[in-house]
């Protein structure tokens, strides 16, 4: 009676956590959702966009302003030239701008090449689009198995999915490693798809490069981004693609048939949010490294194994050697005796490696991670014994 395609994923485990961290009154750092209230200007501009009558359909690629702001900042920030009226398209978050764009791309059977771990929606993005994923496991340290990277290349290959800074790895990949990766798009004549929703949000100086600003990338990259994570709106679901002109109209497409539009008075109130000055930008680097580093200390005195992401705001963690249980119960138990709620690591992981692992977000106020510091701790007691 149901879909083929459907059979091929289970429902989001991130947002089955949440429901599990809400019924146990647990504290949710499973979801990767600020608790923490988005910029007051933001919140007035979008208030005024419903008073002044912003209520109506949008033009379906997006509100015309938007597009032209969001074609300033791309040039200036990610060294991308889009047209604003050919090559920008606004859509309902960067996950609908994904789906769009494999949707645009993909033919049953053609093969996407994605990097383990990995965010969870690109399994099901491939499974509806009728891709065939080709995980590459990153090394142990994050590097590019290069080997392994160029095996999975061939001639059936469309596309290559990447996230930088990623999500939940909290890699953030080098000019060096977009090199490689755009040496086999070229060779292979494969397009990238890269989702780069955490692009502001960099530690320890570490700069944001997107693939799409390589001169050979040009005419065969898809750049994802939106506003939810940068300016603390995950539900206003406003997200865009950049892509040269022919792989926008072939977006566009299934945009207008998926969506038929962005929020109105939301696109208009992102305006306000690409003029803010640069100082914004440092203070939101400057408050989730605090909160980084709150978090790592935290799991480190419980007992998790973990490195400092370098972007993101998601630390994947070790389960506490002795623990003796893989990810899946590992996570239920945490939300029922610590009362800490994280994503079990097989959600990023095609591979057994997931199940040795915990995601934590540390996108919450610092009391909301200073009590799960202390329930963490507490709970590492009986962990130990
Ligand atoms: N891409 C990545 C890597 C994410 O981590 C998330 C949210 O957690 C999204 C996309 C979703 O973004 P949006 O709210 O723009 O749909």
Redesign the pocket.
């Known amino acids: 009676m149901l879909s083929r395609r459907v059979n091929y994923f289970t429902e989001s485990v991130i947002r089955d956590m949440t429901r599990l961290a809400l019924k146990h009154e647990a504290i949710n750092l499973a979801q ?1 959702f600020p608790d923490f209230p988005a910029p007051q200007e933001l919140k007035r501009a979008a208030a005024s966009a419903i008073m002044d009558d912003y209520n109506q359909y949008s033009i379906t690629w997006g509100a015309k302003d938007l597009r032209e702001e969001i074609s300033r900042k791309s040039s200036k920030y990610n060294h991308i030239e889009a047209d604003p009226d050919s090559e920008v398209t606004v859509t ?5 701008a ?1 789906m769009a764009a494999m949707l645009a791309l993909i033919n049953d059977g053609d093969e996407v090449v994605v990097f383990e771990p990995f ?1 969870e ?1 690109y399994g099901p993005d491939a499974a509806v689009s009728g891709a065939v994923p080709r995980f590459v496991p990153l090394n142990d340290d994050n590097s590019i198995d290069e080997e392994a990277l160029a095996a999975a290349f061939n001639k059936k290959t469309r596309a290559l999915i990447l ?1 930088t800074p ?2 939940p790895s909290g890699k953030v990949f080098s000019k060096e490693e977009l090199r490689l990766i755009a040496d086999l798009c070229v060779d292979y004549d494969v397009i990238a798809v890269t ?1 780069e ?2 692009e502001y949000i960099l530690y320890d100086n570490k700069k944001h490069i997107s693939i799409g600003s390589f001169d050979e990338m040009t005419d065969r990259t898809i750049t994802i981004s ?4 940068t300016y603390s709106v ?1 539900g206003w ?3 865009y693609a950049l892509a040269e002109k022919k792989l926008t109209s072939a977006l566009r497409k299934v945009h207008d048939f998926l969506t038929v539009g962005a929020p109105a008075p939301l696109q208009h109130a992102c305006v306000t949010a690409l003029r803010f000055p640069d100082s914004y930008y440092k203070e939101l680097v400057k408050m989730y490294d605090g909160k980084r580093k709150l978090l790592y200390n935290a799991l480190t005195k419980a007992g998790f194994g973990c490195t400092m992401p370098e972007g ?1 705001y998601y630390i994947l963690a070790d389960i506490p050697q002795g623990a003796g249980m893989d990810d899946m119960d590992f996570a239920r138990h945490m939300v029922s005796e610590a009362g800490v709620a994280a994503v079990p690591g097989s959600s990023f992981y095609r591979s057994e490696t997931g199940k040795r692992k915990l995601r934590f977000t540390f996108s919450k106020r610092d009391e909301t991670l200073i009590e799960a510091a202390r329930r963490l701790e507490r709970a590492h007691t009986a962990w130990r014994n």
Do not use: L, Q, V
Not at 92 to 96: A, M, V
């Open positions: 990767g309902c978050g960067s996950t609908e994904m965010y929606n996230n990623n999500n989702d929703i955490y939106g506003f939810s994570k995950t679901r406003i997200g993101a």
